[in-house]
């Protein structure tokens, strides 16, 4: 990297480094997004994700009713940037309680997606257009410097940093360990199909009522041993689907590997009439307590979080916009938005 930017510099660009760095630049900021290249057979997370946005609340809180209505910041955001993915999508809903799945049916949960494989290919265009200034390095140290932060990257160059916001997702904890313990990483491996199976009629999301994956994410700090689950879902994805997730978790306290073996044949066993698909496997960030980490890192000036969404697709474009006014609004519009964080519950309390 050439010369030391200056401004807000944003390690990682899955969707929530993404967003937050188009927010900043529509509030004027200087914005440099640095992105590690995908290692072998892995992607980030957002690259192989179902990409589903609920169109109702997911829970009785106040950031999940306003999460409920992501759907018109990505029409926004689609009509600022062009297409970026987003679609309604048709659900189905497999499981014991019919009310539900008539309810789906019916047309009464009204659900959308982004196509990650549209976003994917279309963010590194409308990152530049916007002015974000975009770097595939991997960061590999980071330490306090006398303005700011001081990084270092794995081109073997050095940059400087005003404030730094770390939305790297599992990568967070390698590059500062002192963040809050709710943060945990599992690994996720899905079956790319080519096509979307014509038994099914026409692309819709075909999923369960209810996620082992959540359950297992609550009980990640307790784990005495690695633990797996694996959650039926069929979903569409560009030309061909997605299908299944295996949820990886290593024992509490253990460093996770570098990629997760052993994953693929529970996987293909729960999907036996898949036939031929590839495995594609992703790192994932996840928070313990269900709420997402966004904002200050305690006692560590000019260092930020945004990471360990539970519905990254619907949570993401409601608190990145908060999250941009805190760190470069005009001081009135910065204070309303760290309590509207606090208030929501996502403002990070503690290392
Ligand atoms: C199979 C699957 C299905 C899912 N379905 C849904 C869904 O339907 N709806 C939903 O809302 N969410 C879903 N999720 C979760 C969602 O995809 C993630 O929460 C979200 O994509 C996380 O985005 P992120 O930007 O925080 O992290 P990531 O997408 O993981 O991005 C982090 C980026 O940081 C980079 N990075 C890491 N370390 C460094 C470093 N040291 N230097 C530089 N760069 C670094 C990585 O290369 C990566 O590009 C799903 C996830 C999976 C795997």
Redo the contacts with the bound molecule.
């Keep these: 990297m050439a010369g030391a930017p200056a401004g807000v510099v944003i390690?990682?660009?899955?969707?929530?480094?993404a967003w937050l760095a188009l927010e900043l630049r529509a509030l004027g900021a200087v914005v440099t997004l640095?992105?590690?290249a995908?290692a072998d057979g892995t992607a980030?997370?957002?690259a192989?994700?179902?990409?589903?946005i609920p169109g109702w609340p997911l829970a009785p809180t106040p950031l999940a009713r306003m999460a409920a209505g992501a759907s018109r910041r990505w029409r926004r955001l689609q009509r600022r940037h062009g297409p970026l993915g987003w679609r309604r999508c048709a659900l189905r809903l497999q499981g014991s309680n019919r009310w539900l799945s008539a309810l789906a049916r019916l047309g009464l949960l009204p659900l959308a997606q982004v196509d990650t494989t549209v976003l994917h290919q279309r963010l590194p265009a409308v990152l530049l257009n916007a002015g974000v200034k975009r770097y595939t390095?991997?960061?590999q140290a980071m330490a306090p410097a006398a303005r700011g932060w001081q990084l270092q990257l794995s081109d073997g160059s050095a940059c400087q940093a005003d404030q730094l916001v770390l939305?790297?997702?599992?990568?967070c904890g390698?590059?500062w360990p002192a963040l809050p313990q709710t943060l945990c990483s599992s690994w996720?491996s899905?079956l790319e199909l080519q096509a979307f199976p014509a038994a099914l009629g026409a692309p819709a999301a075909w999923l369960p009522q209810g996620f082992a994956r959540l359950g297992l994410e609550r009980r990640a700090p307790e784990l005495l041993e690695p633990a797996w689950v694996v959650d039926p879902g069929l979903v569409p994805w560009g030309r061909g689907a997605?299908v299944g997730?295996h949820t990886w978790i290593a024992a509490a306290g253990a460093a996770a590997p570098a990629a997760a073996d052993g994953c693929e044949p529970p996987l293909r066993q729960a999907f036996p009439t898949v036939g031929a698909a590839r495995l594609r496997q992703?790192a994932?960030?996840f928070s313990s307590s269900g709420a997402p980490l966004v904002g200050a890192v305690e006692a560590t000036p000019g260092l930020w979080l945004f990471?360990g969404?539970s519905?990254?697709?619907?949570q993401v474009p409601v608190l990145a916009p908060l999250l941009a006014q805190r760190l470069a609004g005009p001081a009135d519009r910065a204070h309303q938005a760290e309590r509207r964080l606090q208030q929501l519950g996502v403002w990070p309390q503690g290392g």
Excluded: E, K, N
């Design positions: 390690v990682g660009g899955g969707l929530a480094g640095i992105d590690a995908p980030s997370a957002t192989i994700s179902y990409g589903l390095a991997t960061v939305a790297a997702g599992a990568g390698r590059l996720a899905v997605l997730q992703a994932v960030a990471t969404f519905g990254a697709f619907a």
